[in-house]
C-alpha cells in the first residue's frame, strides 16, 4: 500500500525522471518521425484536409464537408471542426519505469478551448506548455500509488500570433508490482430485437440542425438537447502509417522479436499468456484484442476515447446549427466502454449568459450505455447568434 507523499527509492527515481524529460517539453513543438501520419498536421491548412478530418468522425452533417454548402454559411467558406486542432497537439509520454513495475494507464479526459475559427490558408504552430504532474495515491494509504499528469497542453498559433485554441489532456496512471488483476464486470452485452430497432429509430432520424438559426434568446436553462446513439460499438484500427525513417532511407528488415513489457499500454509486439506463458501478437492492444486488454488489467477491449467523446461533440454542433460556435470543450472519462456496447448521448442546457458582448450557452452532455451507467461526461460553451446582431449577409425582404 501507499502513503501520499511518501516514495521509495523506485519512485524517487520515476518522478525526477519525468521532471527531466518534462523540461525538454516545452517549446515549438515538432511531431517525432515514428507520430502516426494522422498527428504530424500540415504546414498549412487546406480545405481537403478540414474535410478528410470531418469526413472520419461527423459525415452526416453538409457544414464540415462540403465546399459549396460552407460558402453560402455565415462563415463564408469551410472551418475547421471543433477537434481538428487535436491533429497538432503533442504527442503523450508514458511515465519511465523499469521491468517488473507494471503501470496501468487511463486517459481521464481533454480540455478544448476555440477562440476564433481556423480556415484553410491558416498556418498553424504549436508551442507546448510543460507536462504537470501530481500525486494522486489515496489519501486512506489502503491503495495503490497513483499519479495524475497533465499532457499533451498546449496553445495553437496562427501566422498572425494570434492565438486560435488551447488543449490539455489528463492521464492518471497506477503502479503495480507484478500484473494487475484482472477485472470481471464487463460482459458481451446481449441486445433484444428491440432494443435494436430503438436504436436504429433514433440513428437514422438524427438530423443537424443546419442552416436554421438558434437564437441565444430562444434558448432556456433546462431546455433537452435531445438523443442520438453511437453503437454498437466496433474495433477501430488507427492508421499509423509506415515505418518512420529519415528522408532519403528506406527501412531495414526487421524481425518483431519478444520484449518483456514495461507496463502500460502495449500497442504493439507480443503478451504472455498468464497461465501457459506462450507468446500472443498484440493485434492493436488493448482496444483492439481481448487478451491484450486482459494482460492491462481489463476484462477484453475497450473503446477509443473517439467513439464517446466525438458523438458528444455531434451532439452539441447538431443542435447549435451552422451559426454557433464551440468555444470550449471539455469530457472526462468515468467508465471504460467494452467493445459491442451502444451508447444514447443526451445532453441539456444548464447556463445562458452575455459576456463581453458575446451570447454564450453552457451545455452538459453525456453517454449513457444500455447497462444503465454514464461512461463519459462533457462540459462544453458554445457561442450563439443573438437576434439584437447585425447577422452577417442577412437581408430583410419587403414585399410591397
Not at 483492439?288 to 494482460?295: L, N, S, T, V, W
Not at 451532439?315 to 444514447?344: E, Q, S, Y
Amino acid at each position: 500500500m501507499a502513503v501520499r507523499g511518501k516514495y521509495s527509492d523506485l519512485e524517487k527515481e520515476i518522478l525526477e525522471n519525468f521532471e527531466q524529460v518534462a523540461d525538454t517539453r516545452k517549446g515549438w513543438y515538432k511531431p517525432p518521425l515514428d507520430a502516426p501520419a494522422f498527428m504530424k498536421g500540415e504546414p498549412i491548412i487546406t480545405a481537403e484536409s478540414l474535410k478528410k478530418y470531418a469526413s472520419g468522425l461527423d459525415p452526416w452533417n453538409p457544414f464540415w464537408n462540403l465546399e459549396e454548402y460552407a460558402v453560402a454559411t455565415r462563415w463564408g467558406g469551410l472551418i475547421a471542426h471543433p477537434f481538428y486542432l487535436e491533429r497538432l497537439k503533442p504527442m503523450e509520454k508514458m511515465l519511465k519505469t523499469r521491468k517488473g513495475l507494471f503501470l496501468t494507464f487511463y486517459l481521464m479526459g481533454h480540455d478544448y478551448e476555440y477562440y476564433q475559427p481556423i480556415r484553410p490558408g491558416d498556418t498553424i504552430r504549436t508551442w507546448a506548455l510543460r507536462p504537470t504532474l501530481e500525486d494522486s495515491t489515496d489519501l486512506s494509504g489502503k491503495g495503490l500509488r497513483k499519479f495524475r499528469y497533465v499532457d499533451g497542453q498546449c496553445d495553437y498559433i496562427n501566422q498572425r500570433d494570434e492565438i486560435m485554441g488551447a488543449f490539455k489532456q489528463y492521464v492518471e496512471v497506477t503502479l503495480h508490482e507484478g500484473r494487475p488483476p484482472v477485472d470481471k464486470y464487463f460482459d458481451d452485452y446481449g441486445y433484444t430485437q428491440k432494443e435494436l430497432d430503438h436504436l436504429a429509430e433514433i440513428f437514422e432520424s438524427e438530423k443537424p440542425r443546419g442552416a436554421e438559426i438558434r437564437y441565444w434568446e430562444d434558448v432556456n436553462v433546462g431546455d433537452d438537447m435531445g438523443t442520438i446513439t453511437d453503437g454498437p460499438t466496433t474495433f477501430l484500427h488507427m492508421d499509423f502509417g509506415a515505418p518512420a525513417v529519415p528522408p532519403g532511407e528506406v527501412p531495414k528488415r526487421t524481425f518483431t522479436r519478444y520484449e518483456e513489457p514495461l507496463g502500460g499500454p502495449v500497442m504493439g509486439g507480443y503478451v504472455p499468456d498468464r497461465d501457459t506463458g506462450l507468446l500472443y501478437p498484440v493485434h492493436g492492444g488493448r482496444h483492439g484484442y481481448d487478451r491484450a486488454a486482459q494482460f492491462e488489467g481489463g476484462p477484453r477491449a475497450w473503446i477509443y476515447n473517439v467513439q464517446s467523446r466525438y458523438p458528444m461533440c455531434r451532439l452539441i454542433t447538431n443542435w447549435m446549427g451552422d451559426d454557433g460556435f464551440v468555444c470550449k470543450f471539455g469530457w472526462r472519462h468515468i467508465w471504460r466502454t467494452p467493445v459491442g456496447d451502444a451508447l444514447l448521448i443526451n445532453g441539456k442546457v444548464v447556463k445562458k449568459y452575455v459576456d463581453n458582448g458575446e451570447h454564450l450557452v453552457d451545455l452538459s452532455v453525456w453517454c449513457l450505455n444500455l447497462r444503465g451507467t454514464i461512461t463519459d461526461m462533457a462540459q462544453a460553451t458554445v457561442k450563439l447568434v443573438s437576434k439584437e446582431d447585425e447577422y452577417p449577409g442577412a437581408k430583410k425582404v419587403v414585399k410591397r
